[in-house]
């Protein structure tokens, strides 16, 4: 079954299948495809949701896709892909500058918090698409865990957000991250799986090009927001990156030897050159 959202009233209801659509805003089908192949969907869009693209797929049965509303200028575009009793909620104000991909299947959740900044490129998945099994016991090894990312987060370039992660309000994910574990608030985090590299940090949505002052050397520049907050913890599962020590204590050792010529030649060899100078 297809619906446009033009053809919604407040409410739509397939008699036959109990797949239902409930919108209360301007009717609109540029841009828009919603998809029920199973039984007892439901998609909620909030009246003043701000939509350029939306997807939504619904696979299976008893699944739910809930977008918030946007005070903001920057529109929502989504493509979003619900199976067996799972649900993607979308809070209020989020963003992205381009299709953010979401896929929840068996059960799981995706929870987008408010405020939320996504840009080009990014996914979200809660499940592998498809199941990964040990040979020898036959048991499920990929199993499909919950996303949850906080308020007023930020997506860069790329990012990537696997099952079972949390993300912590105020975050920063960097371009081409891929978060696999939980990141703790007000922190970068970045690399392959991603790591934290900074905690304590704020960030705003003023474009450093689009608007004014195009110089924002420090927070004078721009309104603070309500997510100006020390780093809780540093993450039982996301420890900070530092850099490594361990090699000190090896190195200088060998550059001290390398300073004395008697060290690195054989005893008799010294005994030699000292008889051959006297």
């Known amino acids: 079954i297809r619906v446009a959202l033009e053809d919604v009233r407040d409410h739509f209801t397939d008699a036959e299948t109990g797949n239902c659509v409930e919108y209360e805003g301007e009717p609109r089908a540029e841009n828009i495809s919603i998809k029920f192949r199973g039984n007892g969907n439901r998609l909620v869009v909030a009246a003043d949701a701000k939509i350029f693209r939306l997807s939504a797929v619904f696979d299976c049965s008893n699944g739910v896709i809930t977008i918030g509303g946007n005070s903001h200028g920057t529109p929502f ?81 790329r990012a ?52 004014k002052p195009y110089y924002k050397p420090d927070a004078r520049t721009v309104k ?23 090699a000190e204590p090896i190195v200088r050792p060998l550059r001290a030897r390398r300073r004395t010529w008697r060290s690195l030649v054989p005893r008799r060899v010294v005994r030699w050159v000292r008889a051959i100078r006297s």
């Not at 381009?98 to 996504?118: C, K, L, N, P, Q």
């Open 77 to 157: 575009r989504g493509t979003l892909r619900v199976g067996q009793d799972s649900r993607i909620v979308i809070g209020h104000n989020v963003s992205s500058t381009d299709t953010v991909y979401m896929s929840a299947a068996e059960g799981t959740t995706i929870e987008i918090g408010e405020d939320v900044m996504f840009a080009t490129g990014n996914q979200l998945r809660a499940d592998d698409g498809h199941p990964i099994f040990d040979v020898r016991t036959g048991k499920r090894v990929n199993v499909s865990r919950d996303i949850t990312v906080g308020n007023h987060v930020w997506l860069g370039y």
């Open 224 to 246: 603070k927001s309500a997510y100006w907050h020390l780093t809780a913890d540093d993450g039982a599962d996301a420890p900070i990156a530092r850099p490594s020590r361990t």
């Open 160 to 211: 990537m957000v696997l099952g079972g992660v949390t993300i912590g309000d105020g975050s920063v994910i960097g371009c081409g991250s891929v978060v696999t574990r939980r990141i703790p608030n007000n922190v970068v985090a970045v690399g392959v799986p991603a790591h934290v590299v900074r905690r304590d940090i704020a960030w705003e949505r003023p474009h450093l090009t689009l608007a």
